[in-house]
């Protein structure tokens, strides 16, 4: 069959049929669900409380092999029947709000209001849905599938948790396509996975008073040169590549001469080969603003360059089976299916020459990542966007037609 027959195939079957049917019916079961795991802080690298009770919901959806690994990812098993490959469908458990944020899920008529509600809150609770849906409906596939709530994917996580499953777990040569459900627009496939290379670094010098000891070496200086030279790369457009320094602190009073100043830098490109040109040139350009100020004043400035976050870039081809089936089950919703790029879970299987992609958990949602982000649960738009990604998943796990 083609992809377009494959997905016409899915659709028209009875038991997809049923199995939207209960979507339908357990919808504000659902809403429930998003609603019980927003309220359960995930503050980066503390997702223990929202894991464990991931992982009771995943025991009490019958799947087999039900297990926490070493880094915090909980999982469970849905087995097909062709005693074969491996397709994770995963979520990730982790936001970016620090320990302490509220949480608490404000409705508005259809909206919900809550940090980390869309991303990625909405979804682990989706793929619950799909669980059930699927099981009441009696769908086999013929390949296993993996479920999992992921850790780490945010900011400084690294992507840890996915890392992790890929490289350790007992049954990772059998993963045969990696989907991660992640924030709700299905019509945006991400097919590419934006590499990042992420350094601390830290400038330290003697001191001083800002007048008496002036001619001394200033960290500042330093690190003002580097992140000068830093803007001043120029990168390519295609394949695109980005540069930024986004943190930076030190210093402990306006009229003193800082001992210590750091900065954060965030190095990003589709292609492994020119994000390692920009890395090269950021660390030539580091090594040189030291040199230039140690030139210039007395004293000494040292530098510490410290890797914070390594995420490789990858790609699956727009036109591999797994992304044709996904546009093709996004369009037979009658959305306008586009493929991008981004960082998500999916750029560790990518990288790994693995299928993946990254697709929606349906309906809409706005500001993520913003105290005020917030997700649309309308029932009709909820749905749609569910049936495209539940017919993508099938599709790729093979459902049994007959």
Known sequence: MTTDETIASIRGHAAYQAACDVLRAEHDRTVQDIITLTEIPAPPFAEEKRAAAYLDMLRAHGLEEVAQDEVGNVMGLRRGFGNGDILVVAAHLDTVF???T??????EGTKLFAP???DDTRSLAVNLAFLRAMDAAGIRTRHDILFVGDVGEEGLGDLRGIR????THPKRERFRGFLTVDSPEVERIVTGGIGSRRFRVTFRGPGGHSYAAFGMVNPMYAMAEAARSLAAIRVPREPVTTHCVSVVSGGTSINAIPETVTMEVDLRSASAEELSKLERAFLAGVEGAVAAENMAREGTIRVEITPV?????GHTPNGAPIARLAAAAVAAEGYSPSFEWSSTDANIPMSLGIPALRIGSGGRGGRAHSLEEWIDVE???SLRGMRASLATILAVAEMELA
């Open 102 to 107: 509220d949480v608490r899920v404000r409705r």
């Open 116 to 118: 980390g509600v869309g």
């Open 379 to 381: 029932i009709e738009g």
């Open 98 to 100: 620090p320990a302490g």
């Open 309 to 313: 976050g390594d995420r490789p870039a």
């Open 164 to 167: 992790h499953l890929f490289a």
